[in-house]
């Protein structure tokens, strides 16, 4: 049988159980006094009012790691990209966590949800993942001011996946192989344009180098024929110079006949011996006159040499 000891023993348990409170380091407690709030207790140790006061809430005080489910997401150039992440956030006022909001856990996965899909409605497919940084930034930023009636604070966000659909991945494939064989075809006709090029300034290169060599050849030729017309001229006139020189001295004159009647007689043997006729010059008939002024010319230059 129950005894009355056994009662009290039971009822001081219970009142002592309902009395003393140990709060933790990690967490916050809100006690209400007869439905209403009236105080938050903090780690440690604390004495309740029995049948008065109660434990309502207890909250988590260290930061908090909320996955985000994953979600369709339409980009602002309409591709269909598989979008989920990870929200980080602490219990910052615990009163307002408890009568601010009903669950803020699921109010900042369905805030951060619909956050994420309007920030990335605002993007093309490619800058979402290049700007990758700049969208967690811009979602933390919105969910943190959204939150703040909720006395949560939220540190950070981050994209864990962003998967398009396997249509968007076959059009992304096909993109990047159209545009790796226009780079190709790019870099053909480049290379073309830069061999033509090449060619031509070295047909160019040739054709001048061909044309000033031309040049210098006729130019050393030139200045060759006037070197050898400069010599010869020279040459001429020193002779003619001595010639007149020879022809002023004693017997010079007679000289240079002598040397013209030897000159006449080579040339007329030259044209007879040459001629398939007969060829004897008008004066032919004087022929011993001719002789005789010679021989009369040849006896002074003997005279003079001896």
């Known amino acids: 049988m129950v005894t009355a000891a056994t009662v009290v023993t039971i009822i001081l348990i219970f009142v002592l159980w309902n009395t003393l409170v140990v709060v933790p380091m990690r967490a916050n407690y809100v006690v209400e006094r007869l439905g209403k709030f009236r105080v938050v207790l903090k780690p440690g140790f604390h004495f309740l009012i029995p049948f008065f006061d109660r434990i309502a809430y207890r909250h988590e005080t260290r930061e908090q790691v909320l996955d985000i489910p994953s979600q369709t ?7 269909q990209v ?96 159209a545009e790796r064989e226009k780079r190709a075809d790019i870099t053909l006709a480049t290379a073309s344009k830069e061999s033509k090029i090449l060619l031509s300034e070295g047909e160019k290169q040739e054709a001048i180098n061909i044309s000033e060599g031309e040049r210098q050849k006729r130019i050393n ?63 032919m008939a004087n022929i011993k006159a001719f002789f005789d002024g010679t021989e009369k010319l040849v006896n002074p230059i003997k005279n003079i040499k001896s």
């Open 73 to 79: 997401c339409i980009t602002n150039d309409n591709m």
């Open 82 to 177: 598989e979008v989920d992440g990870l929200v980080y956030l602490k219990v910052i006022n615990t009163r307002k966590a408890s009568y601010g909001i009903g669950n803020y856990r699921n109010a900042a996965v369905n805030l951060a949800q619909t956050t994420m899909r309007s920030e990335v409605g605002k993007l093309t497919l490619s800058r979402i993942f290049s700007e990758r940084e700049s969208l967690n930034d811009k979602i933390v930023r919105e969910i943190d001011i959204a939150s703040d009636p909720w006395g949560i604070k939220v540190l950070r966000y981050e994209i864990k996946n962003i998967s398009p659909s396997r249509h968007v991945v076959t059009t992304l494939e096909k993109q990047m192989e």
């Open 221 to 283: 030729f030139a200045q060759g024929r006037a070197k050898e017309i400069e010599l010869l001229a020279n040459a001429t006139a020193e002779g003619s110079k001595m010639v007149a020189e020879a022809i002023n001295e004693p017997g010079g004159y007679l000289a240079v006949k002598m040397q013209l009647v030897e000159q006449y007689i080579d040339e007329l043997n030259n044209v007879l011996g040459n001629a398939d006729v007969t060829v004897l010059p008008e004066n």
